[in-house]
């Protein structure tokens, strides 16, 4: 592949990953997509990326044929050149459907002639005809087949496109009845006759699009996907009709999937690196239960006490089992009587069952923490939390205000305020926000990790690298910090410093997997080293096995080498991983651009190598 193409795919690549958005994590997936990939890997990818910029254009052989019969296809709309892609402008099924027309024929009214009736011979009398006459007989159907379609006699076409057939296999009279059977809106013949045209011309674009078209009426959504792609595919990335419609497939079936897993699974907690993250945008999870001097704390708070520690050793699993035992010893009582954190047992349950995905529960309980103590600023920041998922920034907003007048000096809610401005793209004033949380705690380190990632945005880097040189001096053994300055490099395009950073990050903390994952991706970004990349993204499973950064990393990775069945399997795992809706959209989006390309590939060999063979020159 030349240097120029090579560029090409990767920034379209790359274009394509930020608009999917794949589970929100910045550079690190634009950068695994930037990586120059072989010739093979990312025509899906790019075809999306590219295909709203542009225009319907046929092959350049289609392109001769449609010249050659311009002016013909002038006298009706409802006629088309064969070869072109005019005819997938028509709705699928509808009457304006169009069908192909040999050239130098035209519209006439239909009525009775005196014409030769081929379709009266007998299969023996066609056997006796040599090819010139076949071929012949077959396009006077043909063209009788067309009058009849152009009059909406939708019936007799199909009849003679039909007898057409008997004379001569033409992909184009299979096309055509299709087109028949869409106006009539039988798909399921209209997917037949596309598909027997196909095996005769894999190229046809028209019949690809009416199939996939059929596809997408009947809800067989990732065929039509497949065929649209391959339509796009053929024709060189510049089908702009097939790309929209492709991207309106994807979206429906990625969110018919995405709702019904939703609907069907069981809350389960992210992975322990996302509970982890999660819990460092707070101070603490709660303050412990202290008796008064001699007497002795209640069953719920002895719970919720035991919780706290299984949390500060990251057991959440035991942690959530206590804290719903203190719960139920508290609702089964019906009265909060003798319990000291009735307000933090509500609330710290709240949080897990926001991690888990049960947003109802979840304002159930931060509500009742709420009533029990409307001042309880720590459950006004985990709703604002909740609100933050719903998209309700203003709800998020309100929250956070009345949390500041409850306590002006609580850098837990100022942090959060610059999250909400980070967000809303509002980088000065999540600045500000950032600066004034540092203030107001000197030991509170993500203030200053979001300020320098905020600096950094704004395009003051040496103000950024200060605020991180700063910040790990103040906290030198924080994993985290150097973890995240890492990424700053590596979005700035240093590579190696960013490499650096990954293993200090990793040298504080070899139990935190995100490191392992960001130096994978560095390290393949700026040196191709596959082996390196996957035995540290490994080793970031071997820590987390549901890391979800990792999964998502690890088929970007395999996609790049054109490993697609590997890909497919971490894409497929995605999925199970993502922790929302909106998220497991993304990702079953992923997979299925990743599988419609795979399945190409499979099924065009023959095409794929032209493709490979015209890429290298």
């Given at each position: 592949m ?5 560029d ?10 930020e ?6 994590r ?8 930037s ?6 890997a990312?025509?899906a990818?790019?075809y999306?990326?590219s295909?709203?910029d ?5 092959s350049?052989?289609d ?5 050659r ?14 070869g072109?892609?005019a ?7 509808g ?11 035209s519209t ?6 005196d014409?030769e009736r ?21 396009q006077s159907?043909?063209s ?9 006699r ?16 033409d ?10 059977y ?12 596309c ?12 019949a ?9 009426s009947?809800?067989?959504?990732r ?15 510049n089908?702009?009709?097939a ?31 996302f509970?982890s ?12 239960a202290?008796a ?14 035991e919780?706290?520690s299984f ?7 035991k ?11 508290i609702d089964?009582?019906g ?6 954190r009735?307000?933090?047992i509500?609330s710290?349950s ?6 888990k ?6 304002a159930a ?10 001042n309880h ?10 609100f933050?998922?719903k ?14 007048e ?9 942090f ?5 401005d980070f967000?809303?793209?509002d ?5 500000k ?6 203030g ?12 320098g990632?905020v600096q ?7 103000d ?17 910090l ?18 650096t ?5 990793i ?9 392992y ?9 700026s040196s191709?080293?596959?082996d ?15 890391c979800?950064l990792a999964?998502?990393?690890l ?8 490993m697609?069945?590997?890909s497919?399997s971490?894409?497929?795992?995605a ?10 959209v993304?990702a ?27 890429a290298?020159?």
């Amino acid at each position: 592949m030349s240097v120029s193409a090579t560029d090409k795919s990767a920034q379209k690549s790359a274009t394509l990953l930020e608009r999917l958005n794949l589970q929100e994590r910045g550079w690190k997936f634009y950068a695994a997509a930037s990586i120059p990939p072989i010739v093979v890997a990312g025509l899906a990818l790019w075809y999306y990326s590219s295909s709203r910029d542009g225009e319907t254009d046929a092959s350049k052989d289609d392109k001769k044929k449609g010249k050659r019969k311009a002016k013909k296809t002038k006298k009706s709309t409802r006629v088309a050149d064969e070869g072109t892609t005019a005819s997938s402008a028509a709705p699928a099924g509808g009457a304006s459907s169009l069908v192909d027309k040999p050239a130098g024929s035209s519209t006439t009214t239909v009525g009775d002639d005196d014409e030769e009736r081929p379709e009266n011979m007998s299969d023996a009398q066609i056997a006796a005809l040599d090819i010139a006459a076949l071929k012949k007989l077959a396009q006077s159907l043909k063209s009788r087949g067309n009058k009849f379609f152009q009059a909406r006699r939708y019936p007799k076409a199909i009849e003679l496109y039909t007898q057409a057939l008997r004379f001569d296999q033409d992909p184009v009279f299979y096309s055509n009845r299709a087109a028949c059977y869409a106006a009539e809106n039988d798909h399921d013949q209209v997917i037949a006759d596309c598909t027997s045209a196909l095996k005769l011309e894999p190229r046809y674009v028209k019949a690809l699009m009416r199939r996939a078209q059929a596809n997408e009426s009947t809800e067989r959504f990732r065929d039509s996907l497949y065929d649209f792609t391959t339509a796009c595919i053929l024709e060189d990335f510049n089908n702009s009709l097939a790309a929209t419609s492709a991207e309106r497939v994807l979206k429906k079936l990625a969110e018919v999937e995405a709702r019904e897993r939703i609907e069907k699974r069981e809350p389960r907690l992210p992975s322990k690196s996302f509970i982890s993250g999660y819990l460092n945008s707070f101070r603490s999870c709660g303050d412990e239960a202290v008796a008064a001097d001699g007497e002795q704390l209640s069953e719920a708070d002895a719970l919720y006490n035991e919780a706290l520690s299984f949390i500060a050793l990251q057991d959440y699993a035991k942690g959530i089992a206590s804290i719903d035992k203190a719960v139920l010893t508290i609702d089964e009582a019906g009265n909060t009587d003798g319990v000291l954190r009735a307000d933090d047992i509500y609330s710290l349950s709240g949080m897990f069952c926001f991690l888990k995905s049960s947003l109802d529960m979840s304002a159930a309980r931060l509500d009742k923490a709420l009533e029990l103590n409307p001042n309880h600023v720590r459950s006004l920041l985990r709703k604002a939390n909740l609100f933050t998922e719903k998209r309700d920034l203003d709800m998020v907003s309100q929250l956070l205000e009345q949390a500041c007048e409850i306590e002006p000096d609580n850098a837990e809610a100022f942090f959060q305020k610059g999250q909400v401005d980070f967000l809303k793209q509002d980088f000065v004033e999540a600045a500000k926000n950032y600066e004034r949380a540092a203030g107001l705690d000197s030991d509170f380190v993500y203030p200053r990790i979001q300020l320098g990632v905020v600096q950094f945005k704004i395009g003051k880097m040496q103000d950024a690298l200060a605020t991180f040189k700063d910040a790990m001096e103040r906290f030198p053994t924080r994993s985290d910090l150097y973890n995240y300055y890492g990424e700053v490099l590596a979005e700035q395009g240093g590579p190696d410093d960013a490499i650096t950073a990954f293993e200090k990050a990793i040298e504080l903390d070899n139990a935190n997997p995100l490191p392992y994952v960001n130096q994978a991706i560095a390290v393949f970004q700026s040196s191709g080293n596959a082996d390196k990349a996957l035995t540290l993204i490994q080793a970031a499973l071997k820590v987390d096995s549901e890391c979800e950064l990792a999964v998502a990393a690890l088929s970007q990775i395999y996609l790049q080498l054109g490993m697609f069945e590997e890909s497919l399997s971490m894409l497929r795992r995605a999925v199970d991983l993502a922790k929302s809706e909106e998220e497991m959209v993304s990702a079953i989006t992923f997979r299925e651009t990743t599988a419609a390309q795979y399945r190409f590939m499979k099924e065009h060999p023959d095409l794929l190598n032209k493709m490979m063979m015209g890429a290298a020159q």
